[in-house]
């Protein structure tokens, strides 16, 4: 996976700046639809719009979107065409994908999962599942992509999100309270070395077990980034995936134990469970 380059103009990876710039831009333009060209705050990612996106139990968050971007059950027609002559090669990250949905359910019923604690989602792309780590109580959420600016925009949504934000008169940017924090890190997946050592408490993923190398890529993260010993990972994979006995080998090349289960509410979707064996 080549490295993602910050775009001109956007802020370093690691750097809530970009988020934080993104959420005060769209602030300002409440109810209307942002460019991103023209705009010194918006990476290049087209036009974006603030949406309330469904989750469970009558809950919802807002979700920055770009345009044509492909939601709700429609991703499911999406996810069943990928990979068909790369007809959809130019959409990982304009699709709010069947797992990530199912993810962000999960943690919208059980907040307990993510509450208070230091949360990093793998491959976010639109970063649903972060998102309803951010309004599930996180300390902080940490949305990493190939795609740099991608994962600002995602950043850019769980800051809407935060408990101490969400429907408060606060900067989008948290100055004036909260002390919740949100960042995009533009990393490589085949580099684990330089992802943060023992960052996070709970990692989040939705479909990145799609090739095979993937599942060693995302293993060797996980064994680097999460917290020793009590850092978890939650993954949520497409029934059909068949990788997921490899990243389970993968994983116990780095001491971490993957255990299956499905999904309450989508039986086209397993979770992965991921810690650190005894």
Partial sequence: IPAAQPRAGSDAPGEAGGAGAIARSLERRRGRRARGRGD????????LEEVEYPLARGASVRLLLPAGAVTGEAAGDSARLYGEDGALANLYSRVVWPSGQALARDLSRSAFKVRGKRVLELGCGLGLPAAAAAAA?????????????????????????FPSRRGSKQRPDGEGGGRERAEALALDWDKPEEWPRGAFDLALAADVLYRPPFASAVAAV??????????????????????????????????????????????????????WAA
């Fill in 137 to 161: 109580g996180a300390a902080s959420v940490c949305c990493s992509d190939i795609d740099g600016p991608v994962a600002q925009v995602a950043a850019a949504s769980c800051l809407l999100n």
């Fill in 40 to 47: 010194p705050a918006l990476p290049d990612v087209g036009d």
């Fill in 222 to 275: 996980l064994g680097r980034a999460l917290e020793r010993p009590r850092g978890r990972a939650l993954l949520a994979d497409p029934v059909q995936r068949p990788f997921r006995d490899l990243f389970a080998e993968r994983c116990a090349e780095h001491g971490l134990l993957a255990a299956a289960e499905a999904c309450p509410d989508d039986d086209e979707v397993v979770f992965v469970t991921v810690s």
